[in-house]
């Protein structure tokens, strides 16, 4: 009895061991990039998303409809 209470604190032992070696994943926000509002919409865009027309800041949907 008392071998199998000693093999099962070395397993628990080399459980622990191991568990704690892993990389821990932890959740990350994605970086925050640059947003800019639509003149005509006034939702938040990334630079890509917006064009630059007669100095506003037009989003790619809102000058499609116009």
């Known amino acids: 009895m008392a071998k199998?209470?000693?093999?099962?604190?070395?397993?628990?032992?080399?459980?622990f061991i191991f568990k704690s070696k892993?990389?821990?994943?932890?959740?990350?926000?994605?970086?925050?990039?640059d947003l800019i509002m639509?003149?005509?919409?006034?939702?938040?865009?990334?630079?890509?998303?917006i064009l630059k027309i007669n100095g506003k800041n037009i989003c790619k949907e809102c000058y499609d409809n116009s």
């Open 22 to 33: 892993k990389k821990k994943t932890t959740y990350k926000e994605p970086p925050i990039k």
């Open 38 to 49: 639509c003149e005509k919409c006034k939702t938040f865009y990334t630079k890509n998303e």
């Open 4 to 15: 199998l209470i000693l093999f099962l604190i070395i397993v628990g032992i080399i459980y």
